[in-house]
């Protein structure tokens, strides 16, 4: 170990080490005067993400190869830290308002940060499995933070169990890719298996169960039952914070993973992606039109979202579409992260004190009331449907191009007709809005409105003028496909 | 003695499977996370077996640090999981998950 | 080899089923005339006190969570303390860090009076 491997990490290590700081700062911060924790957490996340973009552009591996900081790491971890800062300045006073401003939420929530920058960089599967545990565990606790409510600690429960039960089946599926090929280092998997060819069906299994752990870490149809009721349960600036951040956390790790160490075996897993992806977004989609609550509702939106992104992985497992691909899903990513947290920061702006407030037809006439509000969360309906001018609709459509380039039209066209149906439940949002007439009780908090209008014109701006962050995301590779 | 790591590994196997079934079919939520602390032990286990056959090997030690980094997360997720089920415990007086159900819609 | 576990396999049917045999024929050839004293609990003990299955003091459980988190933490010390000769200095600031970070967590603990039993 050298400087130089401790400089790869350094966000990291200035996330981690402010956080284990913040949480005995907090100690000594009174009772009524929690917002000072937050501003520190959000100046500790600002100097990571300032190192980060120093980074930009750098590929090297470090820590004999555990880590791995290459484009796909830098631009992830920048996708990360944003949501993280954005994630506080939503919860700002939203954990006020509910009773439930204690602390360490802030702290939490960097600690789960940690995990998440990890993810993005790992080289090895013991840092993978490290890094799923590190974004896990803390997110347990924040989807119960609201305790003693019911709902929330309900919410907690079922996500510990079943989070841990994922877990687990990636733990045994790393123990048989490790029995398989020796070595649990990504590139060291593809050269051990390229070399001897020796024991696919372990390599098979073991990758299956890693599939399988992961996918419910995103919420895939069928490991995606926990995610309406814990999207449900837990306090909604967690849920928005949880549906953006875990999700691409666990698509950075699917991804790495996939691509860079099983490469030889995608005869095998894409088509098993694949059929995940169709029946994920077929299920998502048509759940979603069912739901009179929006937090369900826009529970099962970002179930059927896991599925358009993990679309690109079996156009990924061909490798002239890979390109394409992977700039697609890192663009679409960003797109459904600005998206994402706007829609939800509507939704906690409009949630009353006692869980009130959730019901769809609780937005009728928000229009009236908020008209700036409304134009907001119709722009993140539209671009959540993927229509144009948002950056929604840039996000599917090269999505659907790198699919039809790898020669899966089939999965294209679900992708369409999913898109198609999912139009009806956005749009009844908008609909409730603007033609019914109501009095919805919204509030106005500053840093809740900053992030809903920032995200808002990310919507608009990025759906317009998508050049920059494709060229961006083109840039990004992972570092192991370099030719 | 020398135990063929096959035999190690079909114990590891049947270990994990007992704990996805104890995961699907118990309703009991301590139950429920035993069987998964008997997942993740049983994963350990075929670690363990895994490095010490391909034992003179550099890389037979990544087998052995995973297992260390396996076992303290576990304790860590033991702390969390115990926490909320206490937590629980006191709110609704059951740790039953079919009654965990008020979110069910 | 299979057959070597041969011995085994008749020990542990010879040994059940001396354990079947012995209380088959305490079962069939045995008076049996109870006695108030002789089901209590302890027959000659002491006289048990409210019932088997109390339900615990909450505090057990935190204190519980508190052991297993920093009495695991021994799992990487001992590897460390194996191998603190080679890997010299380096190793020495590493695990100085690791307890610093455990350290927190006690401190945490501490000033939130998860240690205080009241």
């Given at each position: 170990m050298d400087t130089r491997d401790l400089i790869s990490i350094l966000p990291l290590l200035v996330l981690a080490g402010w956080a284990c700081l913040l949480l005995l700062i907090d100690l000594f911060v009174p009772r009524d005067r929690k917002s000072i924790t937050a501003i520190l957490a959000a100046i500790g996340i600002s100097v990571a993400l300032v190192i980060n973009l120093m980074q930009l552009g750098e590929v090297r591996q470090a820590f004999n190869g555990m880590i791995v900081l290459d484009g796909f790491a830098s631009l992830l971890i920048t996708l990360f830290l944003a949501v993280g800062l954005i994630a506080i300045a939503q919860a700002y006073d939203y954990i006020k308002r509910r009773g439930i401003e204690r602390g360490e939420y802030y702290s939490l929530l960097l600690f789960t940060l940690c995990g998440m920058l990890l993810m993005a960089t790992a080289g090895d599967l013991i840092v993978v499995f490290l890094a799923l545990e590190l974004l896990s565990i803390p997110l347990y606790v924040l989807a119960g933070f609201a305790r003693p409510q019911l709902e929330s600690e309900e919410a907690a429960i079922k996500y510990f169990l079943l989070g841990a039960f994922a877990s687990g089946f990636v733990v045994y599926g790393i123990a048989l890719i490790f029995g398989a090929?020796?070595?649990?280092?990504l590139d060291g998997i593809v050269a051990s298996f390229a070399a001897t060819q020796e024991n696919p069906v372990l390599l098979l299994v073991g990758s299956g169960m890693i599939l399988v752990g992961l996918g419910f870490k995103v919420a895939v149809v069928p490991f995606h039952m926990w995610t309406p009721d814990v999207y449900h349960g837990a306090p909604t600036a967690v849920t928005a914070f949880m549906s953006v951040g875990a999700k691409a956390g666990g698509f950075a790790a699917l991804l790495r993973v996939f691509l860079a160490a099983f490469p030889e075996l995608s005869a095998a897993w894409a088509p098993m992606a694949m059929w995940i992806a169709a029946l994920t977004m077929a299920w998502g989609n048509i759940a979603a039109i069912a739901q009179k609550n929006i937090k369900r509702m826009l529970a099962y939106s970002s179930i059927a979202h896991a599925g358009y992104i993990l679309m690109a992985l079996p156009a990924a497992a061909n490798p002239t579409v890979a390109p394409e691909a992977l700039r697609a899903v890192l663009f679409y990513l960003f797109g459904y992260a600005i998206t994402n947290l706007g829609a939800w920061g509507v939704v906690v702006a409009m949630e009353k004190a006692e869980g009130g407030g959730l019901a769809i037809e609780d937005y009728s006439g928000l229009s009236n009331r908020r008209p700036g509000f409304a134009l907001a969360m119709a722009l993140f309906m539209l671009s959540l449907t993927g229509m144009p001018p948002t950056v929604g609709f840039i996000g599917k459509f090269y999505i659907f191009r790198a699919v039809i380039d790898a020669d899966l039209i089939w999965l294209a066209l679900v992708g369409v007709i999913t898109s198609l149906i999912s139009a009806y439940y956005y749009l009844r949002v908008i609909v409730v809005m603007y033609m019914r007439s109501g009095e919805p009780e919204t509030r106005s908090e500053s840093w809740l409105n900053a992030t809903v209008w920032l995200t808002g014109l990310g919507t608009i701006v990025f759906g317009i003028v998508p050049g920059p962050l494709l060229a961006l995301a083109s840039q990004s590779w992972l570092s192991s496909l370099v030719p | 003695m020398n135990i063929a790591t096959d035999y190690i590994l079909a114990l590891s196997g049947v270990l994990f499977v007992i704990g996805v079934l104890g995961v699907l079919v118990r309703r009991n939520a301590i139950v429920i996370f035993m069987s998964i602390e008997l997942m993740l032990n049983s994963a350990n286990l075929a670690l363990i077996a895994f490095a010490r056959a391909m034992a003179p090997a550099a890389e037979a030690l990544r087998g052995h640090v995973l297992v260390f980094f396996v076992i303290a997360v576990a304790a860590a997720e033991v702390a969390v999981g115990l926490a909320l089920i206490v937590a629980i415990f006191r709110t609704k007086h059951s740790i039953d998950v079919d009654q965990v159900s008020s979110l069910q819609g | 080899m299979p057959s070597d576990y041969l011995p085994i396999a008749v020990l542990i049917v010879l040994a059940t089923a001396v354990a079947f045999i012995a209380i088959l024929i305490g079962h069939l050839f045995g008076p049996r005339r109870p006695t108030v004293k002789k089901s209590d609990t302890y027959e000659s003990g002491m006289r048990p006190i409210g019932p088997g299955t109390r339900r615990m003091s909450v505090h057990f459980y935190l204190v519980a969570v508190l052991f297993i988190l920093f009495d695991i933490e021994i799992i990487f010390l001992l590897p460390w303390a194996v191998v603190l000769r080679e890997i010299k200095i380096l190793g020495l600031i590493e695990m100085v860090i690791f307890v610093l970070v455990l350290l927190v967590g006690f401190v945490y603990a501490w000033k939130k009076g998860a240690l205080e039993w009241e």
């Open positions: 090929t020796g070595t649990t280092a | - | -």
